[in-house]
């Protein structure tokens, strides 16, 4: 897909910090270094990138604690220092912010990120692509993590990136679609969303998926879901795996065969489906033909009445109680005669 946007040219990778000691440390120092720059080099290779690419966005590998507190506000989990726990560790700045987050090289207790606490989530989103907010007439699509977003912006797609599938919302403070994302104008802008080869198969994934699709329809989208293949049910794939591993072409195809929202379900997500309608009904988002447009084809593709579903659908909202006004309240009062 070409979207007319010009590739960037970068050059340089980190460089070695200056250190006032004896030549055995810097050696040391340097090899250490280079090390630390080859594990996340093989990693960022996986995703189609290279150092070249992230070095103008600012990405570096944090050395040393104090550094990494001021990234994230800690340096060590129950008291280990996670300079010494890992090979090395990956500071990705977000642009236009003070949040970042950091990935270890290797995970520690099943974490791969690690991010501020108490902080709100926020999209990933390059500064050419926030450009395009106000601008519906260009496709963007939505998909999990810093590197994927990066990997389909370098194939010319218009990406904006979760750092975990349900962050698109900030529920401590009761939003259910975050400020960044609500900046947006959506009304008929086609929008794509691309997680992990694993939706299909984790039920948590595919529940943030049609919540994120929802809301998204809910502001006036034309959501289409790409699913991309997996062999099996414990080798996951991201769209930076498929398209380095399969090439952009076939990426394409892929593409190009996403469902819309509402045929992309099969009716093991009908409740599911049908608590976000009303969740969403409730919150006053969406409006009473976006509604019934939904029912309609939702029944027709779950071969299903949509009666049935809109007595479901009610079910979930709230109970309107009829005011009933008091005999007391309904008698004028009579004057008083002299």
């Avoid at 630390?36 to 093989?42: D, F, K, L, Q, R």
């Avoid at 990933?124 to 590197?147: C, D």
């Avoid at 049609?210 to 329809?217: D, G, R, S, V």
């Avoid at 062999?231 to 769209?239: A, F, S």
Wanted: proline fraction near 7%; glycine fraction near 6%.
């Amino acid at each position: 897909m070409n979207n007319g946007r010009e590739k960037d040219s970068f050059s340089a990778i980190p460089q070695l910090p200056r250190l006032e000691k004896d030549n055995s440390q810097v050696n040391q120092a340097k090899t250490l270094i280079k090390t630390s720059v080859e594990i996340v080099g093989e990693d960022l290779e996986k995703s189609g990138l290279s150092w070249q690419d992230l070095e103008p966005l600012g990405w570096s590998i944090t050395n040393n604690s104090q550094e990494l507190k001021e990234t994230i506000g800690f340096s060590s989990i129950d008291g280990q220092d996670l300079i010494q726990a890992t090979q090395a560790i990956l500071r990705i700045p977000y642009p236009n912010t003070n949040f970042s987050r950091v990935k270890l090289y290797p995970p520690i207790e099943g974490a791969k990120y690690l991010q501020p606490k108490n902080v709100p989530p926020q999209p990933y989103i390059l500064p050419e692509i926030q450009e395009l907010k106000n601008k519906p007439h260009k496709p963007i699509i939505f998909t999990e993590g810093e590197k994927k977003t990066l990997c389909l912006i370098k194939h010319e797609y218009y990406a904006i990136g979760l750092p975990g599938v349900w962050q698109f919302r900030n529920k401590k403070q009761g939003e259910l679609f975050s400020k960044e994302l609500e900046e947006w104008n959506w009304k008929e802008r086609t929008v794509y969303i691309c997680f992990d080869s694993d939706a299909k198969y984790n039920p948590g994934v595919t529940k943030a998926e049609i919540e994120l699709a929802l809301n998204l329809y809910a502001r006036g989208a034309k959501v289409l879901i790409i699913r991309l293949p997996q062999p099996n049910h414990t080798e996951k794939m991201g769209v930076d795996d498929y398209i380095t591993q399969e090439g952009i072409e076939v990426s394409e195809e892929i593409y190009n065969e996403a469902k819309p929202l509402f045929k992309a379900y099969p009716d093991t997500y009908y409740q599911e489906i049908i608590k976000t309608l009303a969740m969403l009904q409730k919150q006053g988002t969406l409006l009473a033909g976006q509604i019934e447009h939904a029912t309609m084809l939702l029944a027709k593709h779950w071969n299903i009445r949509k009666s049935t579903i809109e007595k479901d659908l009610k079910g979930y909202l709230p109970v309107e109680k009829e005011e009933k006004q008091s005999i007391v309240e309904e008698l004028e009062p009579c004057s008083e005669r002299s």
